[in-house]
């Protein structure tokens, strides 16, 4: 049986590894009304509760997230993983082009479309951060690293 509680040494080194962003959408968590602790491949799927298995996640990716691997690519049929944050760059599979977030690869595409990057509500918060030119919100107009 995996082991689910989490230190709260485990806790820290997360979130600051994250910089108190979600790994996912790049919104921060002051700006988002806090973050959770998401397992990238869920205890049911046999994820661990370890730093290597573990990101930063704002609640609306981590709840639109849940404990799905990945989705179908509807023009190819193809299943494709979502973005894992531990293992490759966001850069690599997303861009901000105002408060929308494009996807750049397959990856990017299903991570974007079942999380809801850019569904109205999100895009309306994002461009409210851009339009405060919140320096915190990394998705409010600011390259990410």
């Not at 485990?10 to 994250?18: D, E, F, G, I």
């Not at 690869?105 to 509500?121: K, P, W």
């Not at 030119?133 to 990394?138: G, R, V």
């Amino acid at each position: 049986m995996p082991r689910l509680y989490m230190t709260k040494e485990l806790k820290q080194l997360v979130s600051n590894r994250a910089e108190y962003l979600c790994e996912y959408c790049l919104i921060s968590e002051e700006d988002s009304g806090g973050c959770q602790f998401d397992h990238i491949i869920s205890v049911k799927h046999g994820g661990e509760t370890t730093a290597e298995n573990l990101a930063y996640a704002c609640l609306y990716c981590n709840l639109n997230k849940g404990s799905d691997l990945g989705s179908i690519i509807w023009r190819t049929g193809n299943l494709v993983r979502f973005f894992n944050p531990r293992r490759e760059r966001w850069s690599e599979h997303f861009r901000v082009e105002g408060a929308v977030i494009q996807s750049l690869t397959d990856i990017g595409e299903v991570t974007a479309r079942i999380l809801q990057f850019n569904n109205s509500d999100r895009l309306i918060e994002r461009q409210l951060l851009m339009d405060l030119n919140l320096p915190t919100s990394k998705a409010g107009g600011f390259l990410p690293t």
